[in-house]
């Protein structure tokens, strides 16, 4: 009869010994919804009833939008003691939000209306993970892109007509005429091709000497435009078919004629102004030297002729 008794106590040790020995079970995971569960804390001792708990979550989450991923909920009690009051709340996404976690006190909550306390600051944690973007792929690098190529100059092109006078200063020689040109421009420079004619009469005590030039040249130099205003200064070449016919004023004076080319040089200086549409008066000014003159001699002296200093001076129209 003793050997019973020994035993009883023995056995209840053992039994305590083995229950010591053996890792708690991992409790299985609550579900809420589809996308929510929650992990009851391993300590057996809660402050609350974690079923009710978990129907007043479901009850703030429903309603709510299909979020992304699987959202977990850890509800932790440390130290596992009937005097916690305390839950630390762990909440995490698969879908890529970062975590969240929160302390939530009790103590100052009635037992029976904690799991709703609880289910409230939860529901926010829980509503804070799923709608946190997933974050941004990185944007693709940025290739630098060739700057367009500049576009080109556009070239204008234009006309005009001008009265001429020309002077002849060392020869006491002016001549009147006209001059018809064509111009191309780009940016700040311009190109003037011209052809002109002029002629003149000039008398003496012995008869009358007529003059006649007809020439071809041109005109390259920068432009400037202001608004309706450009000025254009240019170097100036020219060439012309002269001609000179003389006319005696007495039986006794023998008249002749003669032609030959001559070659100018000049610099000019011309300025255009628009008052209707496209179409501008101008004017220019050019001042220069006769590389190969022509000359009338008169009494066996020169006479009107076009050499020497040479000046020549225009007003028009152009388009």
């Known amino acids: ?23 708690a079970a991992r409790a299985a995971d609550l579900v809420v919804d589809a996308s929510v569960r929650v992990e009851p804390p391993a300590c057996p001792i809660a402050p609350l009833a974690v079923p009710a708990f978990v129907d007043s979550l479901r009850v703030e989450l ?28 762990a909440v995490t996404n698969d879908a890529g939000a970062p975590p969240s976690a929160r302390d939530v006190g009790l103590e100052d909550v009635a037992p029976g209306a904690r799991p709703r306390a609880l289910a409230l600051v939860v529901a926010e944690l829980v509503r804070g993970e799923e709608v946190t973007p997933a ?53 700040g420079w311009g190109l003037e091709l011209f052809g002109e004619a002029a002629a003149a009469e000039h008398g003496y005590p012995a008869g009358d000497v007529a003059l006649q030039s007809f020439g071809l040249g041109a005109a390259a130099g920068p432009r400037w435009v202001r608004g ?20 005696a004023g007495a039986p006794d004076v023998r008249a002749g004629s003669g032609d030959d080319f001559t070659v100018a ?31 009338a001699r008169v009494d066996e002296r020169r006479a009107a002729g076009m050499s020497g200093a040479s000046f020549v001076g225009g007003l028009g129209l152009g388009l």
Do not use: K
């Open 1 to 23: 009869m003793c050997a019973p008794r020994a035993a009883g106590p023995l056995a209840a040790a053992s039994l305590a010994v083995a229950l010591l020995a053996t890792p």
């Open 62 to 89: 429903a309603g709510r939008p299909r979020p992304r991923g699987t959202t977990r909920v850890a509800l932790i009690v440390e130290p596992c003691d009937t005097a916690t009051t305390r839950v630390h709340v």
């Open 135 to 187: 974050p941004a792929p990185a944007p693709p690098p940025v290739l630098a892109t060739p700057a367009p190529p500049r576009a080109a100059r556009a070239l204008a092109v234009g006309v005009a007509a001008d009265g001429l006078i020309a002077l002849y200063p060392n020869r006491d020689t002016t001549l009147w005429g006209g001059r018809l040109s064509a111009s191309l421009a780009r940016g």
């Open 228 to 247: 309706r205003f450009a000025l254009a200064p240019a170097l100036v070449g020219a060439v012309a078919w002269a001609r000179i016919q003389g006319e």
């Open 265 to 295: 040089l000049r610099a000019r200086v011309a300025a255009s102004v628009v008052f209707v549409r496209v179409l501008s008066v101008r004017a220019f000014v050019e001042g220069g030297y006769m590389a190969r003159g022509f000359d």
